[in-house]
C-alpha cells in the first residue's frame, strides 16, 4: 500500500516556475515507478512524466519536454516535478501516481495509487 500527498501547486504568472512534491508513505517506495498527471476542467486526464525506480530512465509527454524535470529521492520517499516556463495551458489538477511492475507506464490505468491532487493556475 502506498498513500501520495502532493503539495506545491498555485498561481504563477505566464513564464514562471513551480515545484511540486509529492510525499509517499510505504517502505517499498523505492520499487514504484512514479509519474505525475494532469487534467484540465473539461478535458481527460492526460500523462506528463515518469522516472523509474532508481530514476535513471525519464519520460516526458511532448507537451512538457524541455520544461519539466522529474526527479526523486527514495531516501526521502519524495518525487518532484520542478515546471518552468509555464504557460497558461499548463493550467491543471496535477496528480502524483505510483506503477508497480510496469516498465513504462504513461496511461492512467497502468498506475496502482494516486494523490488527491494539487491545482496549478497560470495566468497569461
Known amino acids: 500500500q502506498v498513500q501520495l500527498v502532493e503539495s506545491g501547486g498555485g498561481l504563477v504568472q505566464a513564464g514562471g516556475s513551480l515545484r511540486l512534491s509529492c510525499a509517499a508513505s510505504g517502505r517499498t517506495f523505492g520499487t514504484y515507478v512514479m509519474g505525475w498527471f494532469r487534467q484540465a476542467p473539461g478535458k481527460e486526464r492526460e500523462f506528463v512524466a515518469y522516472?523509474?525506480?532508481?530514476?535513471?530512465?525519464?519520460y516526458y509527454s511532448d507537451s512538457v519536454k524541455g520544461r519539466f524535470t522529474i526527479s526523486r529521492d527514495n531516501a526521502k520517499n519524495t518525487v518532484y516535478l520542478q515546471m518552468n516556463s509555464l504557460k497558461p495551458e499548463d493550467t491543471a489538477v496535477y496528480y502524483c501516481?505510483?506503477?508497480?511492475?510496469?516498465?513504462?507506464?504513461?496511461?492512467?490505468?497502468?498506475?496502482?495509487?494516486w494523490g488527491q491532487g494539487t491545482q496549478v493556475t497560470v495566468s497569461s
Open positions: 522516472s523509474s525506480w532508481r530514476g535513471g530512465t525519464t
Open positions: 501516481a505510483a506503477s508497480y511492475g510496469r516498465t513504462k507506464p504513461v496511461l492512467s490505468y497502468e498506475y496502482d495509487y
